[in-house]
């Protein structure tokens, strides 16, 4: 019994392993995450292709820019009159905030 359960231990450790480049993707939401668990599950059983395909899901890729902030003046910040922005509304539905 205790066999069974370390080998249950052990095959569920060794998956993880394994998919530990896709699952790294998928977290991070990169662009190229399907095609790092396609690489992963196919090549993944060769070192080579699990380490390719660990450097490329933590490989850095360029975000959306965020739209710039309105420039508040540290003196005046209570009078300061902000237009609405259609383009920062926008921003603000997809973040799941308000923007008035």
Same mark, same amino acid.
């Given at each position: 019994?205790?066999?069974?359960?370390?080998?249950? %231990? @052990?095959?569920?450790?060794?998956?993880? &392993?394994?998919?530990?480049?896709?699952?790294? $993707?998928?977290?991070?939401?990169?662009?190229?995450?399907?095609?790092?668990?396609?690489?992963?599950?196919?090549?993944? +059983?060769? /070192?080579?292709?699990? &380490?390719?395909?660990?450097? +490329? %899901?933590?490989?850095?890729?360029?975000?959306? #820019?965020?739209?710039? @902030? $309105? %420039?508040?003046?540290?003196?005046? +910040?209570?009078?300061?009159?902000? #237009? /609405?922005?259609?383009?920062?509304? #926008? +921003?603000? $539905?997809? $973040?799941?905030?308000?923007? @008035?």
């Amino acid at each position: 019994m205790t066999a069974a359960i370390v080998l249950l %231990a @052990s095959l569920a450790f060794a998956l993880f &392993v394994y998919f530990l480049p896709a699952v790294i $993707a998928c977290s991070r939401r990169h662009p190229n995450a399907l095609p790092i668990v396609v690489l992963d599950l196919l090549l993944g +059983w060769t /070192f080579v292709g699990w &380490v390719i395909a660990l450097v +490329w %899901a933590l490989t850095a890729f360029p975000r959306p #820019e965020r739209p710039p @902030s $309105a %420039a508040i003046d540290p003196d005046d +910040w209570q009078n300061q009159q902000v #237009e /609405f922005d259609p383009q920062r509304a #926008e +921003w603000a $539905a997809r $973040a799941g905030r308000t923007y @008035s």
